[in-house]
């Protein structure tokens, strides 16, 4: 959990990409996406496909199971 809240806020940075847009592109609030960076709640698999295809990135990165891209 902690190493996906790092790596989303990592990847929302390095796109130069805030909240509000992030929110918008997962459909989601701009306070769930602060939860997830802050890792204080998960999201579901569709969410999580849906950050995967927006970075372009697999979902393992974002899970912590990989070290790379």
């Known amino acids: ?33 602060s939860y997830w960076e802050l890792g204080q709640r998960e999201c579901n698999l569709e969410q999580l496909c849906t950050l995967a295809k927006i970075f372009d990135i697999s979902t393992d990165y974002l899970l912590g199971l990989e070290s790379y891209i």
């Open 1 to 33: 959990m902690i190493q996906f809240a790092k790596r989303l806020k990592e990847l929302r940075i390095e796109h130069n990409m805030t909240r509000n847009e992030l929110a918008k592109l997962c459909r989601v609030s701009v306070r769930t996406i």
